[in-house]
């Protein structure tokens, strides 16, 4: 079982049937010509990734592979924290933050490739009340967008845009009060983003200095954006310049106490949870073993 590749498909993941197709043959053509010793599963309800992942790690098997997008990485990465499996990722789902984050290829061939050479790295996870975030989890307006995308039924670039829109108008800033070992901030948002890897998805890089590798979380604090600014800001956010917004701020930390007014929700992965007034948030360094190109 130890140089046996489990590969999990997530069945109504964002992309099209045409794609989740390709990968599997493409999977199953590498098994039955001997090149990969592998066996696919398939995920059928939600949570049942997280299930599959958790019993590939007592069956023994050393590597987990999640063809899939966000919501099943973390799904996956969070039964291999803290365990000796090694995480590979196929990018399958919408936006797709943590495998642009890798660099992992999109063409299923040139992704296989990399997954067969087995090269890893232990990654950082982010622990947010009692929760892991692979990539990122945000609190303010991006969580209230998380959670419209959720219940839209077509998945994609258009669908999030259209999510984003349809609250921006109705959104007001909250005021948080923000403790870290290193400072101490009451301050008003529109959103804040705790940060593992650099982006949010579709190459939205929130968060351009953030590393998965590096034991550090950065926070990225995005005040509340004018309309006439919004254009340039998203802009800066697309092309990896956040950081020369004037209305967003961001520093490394490894761990922090968010306290906010009324209790909400948080986006951890994509996926959108129900939280209380307090939120804290710890760096798990090196807790995740990943395949990386």
Request: hydrophobic share 40%; net charge positive; glycine share 8%.
């Amino acid at each position: 079982m130890e140089n046996k590749i489990i590969f999990i498909l997530n069945p109504i993941s964002g992309f099209r049937k045409f794609r989740r197709s390709r990968i599997r043959s493409e999977i199953l053509k590498e098994i039955r010509c001997g090149n990969i010793n592998g066996e696919i599963r398939y995920s059928n309800y939600a949570g049942h990734t997280s299930e599959i992942a958790k019993e590939a790690v007592e069956e023994g098997c050393k590597y987990v592979v999640v063809a899939g997008g966000d919501g099943s990485i973390n799904e996956v990465a969070r039964a291999l924290t803290n365990t000796d499996v090694a995480l590979g990722i196929i990018p399958a789902g919408s936006g797709n933050g943590l495998a642009h984050h890798i660099k992992m290829p999109f063409n299923i061939k040139k992704c296989l490739k990399i997954i067969k050479k087995r090269n890893l790295k232990q990654a950082d996870i982010i622990e947010v009340n009692g929760k892991y975030a692979a990539s990122i989890a945000g609190i303010g307006f991006d969580a209230i967008v998380a959670e419209r995308y959720s219940k839209e039924k077509n998945r994609g670039f258009i669908s999030y845009v259209q999510a984003a829109v349809l609250e921006y108008f109705n959104y007001k800033p909250e005021p948080v009060k923000i403790v870290t070992d290193e400072l101490k901030i009451s301050e008003s948002i529109f959103f804040m983003v705790l940060a593992n890897s650099n982006q949010f998805g579709y190459n939205f890089r929130i968060a351009p200095r953030a590393d998965l590798f590096d034991g550090y979380m950065d926070v990225v604090i995005v005040k509340n954006v004018p309309l006439i600014a919004a254009p340039l800001s998203s802009i800066q956010v697309f092309t990896g310049h956040a950081n020369k917004s004037l209305y967003i701020s961001s520093f490394k930390t490894k761990k922090i106490k968010i306290t906010r007014e009324n209790s909400g929700i948080i986006n951890i992965d994509g996926d959108p949870h129900n939280t209380g007034e307090t939120i804290e948030a710890t760096v798990l360094e090196k807790a995740l073993w990943i395949i990386t190109p």
